[in-house]
């Protein structure tokens, strides 16, 4: 099971961090991923860390987002900086069996999501 927290209000250029938790099997052998959607929209990769902690971004984060992970803590994280009003969105959290890139790219390619949390920047 996979639990997201830390998103809320923040104006923009500040920075957030999420968090998301995973309990029941052990994160560092899996790939994992944040999304997020907003209303309407499909849900789009953000980030991702494979298993061999290779991260993979989308181009509209490079530079103000980083993926990461404590295996200690079985937890994964999304530094968010530099934070712009189109970054609205609900972002979820998500891990994956696989390792293949041209999979990890869409949601399809996921086992196991968690809830989402809105992240809002005002501008």
């Known amino acids: 099971q996979l639990q997201a927290s830390g998103g809320g209000m923040v104006q923009a250029g500040g920075s957030l961090r999420l968090s998301c938790a995973l309990s029941?099997?052990?994160?560092?052998?899996?790939?994992m991923a944040w999304f997020r959607q907003d209303p309407g929209k499909e849900r789009e990769l953000v980030a991702t860390?494979?298993?061999?902690?290779?991260?993979y971004y989308v181009d509209s984060v490079k530079g103000r987002f980083t993926i990461s992970r404590d295996n200690a803590k079985n937890t994964g994280y999304l530094q968010m900086s530099n934070l712009k009003p189109e970054d609205t969105a609900v972002y979820y959290c998500a891990s994956s069996r696989s390792v293949i890139l041209s999979e990890l790219r869409y949601s399809r390619g996921y086992q196991y999501w968690g809830r989402g949390t809105l992240v809002t920047v005002s501008s």
């Open positions: 029941g099997r052990s994160l560092s052998s899996y790939t």
């Open positions: 860390l494979r298993s061999n902690n290779i991260a």
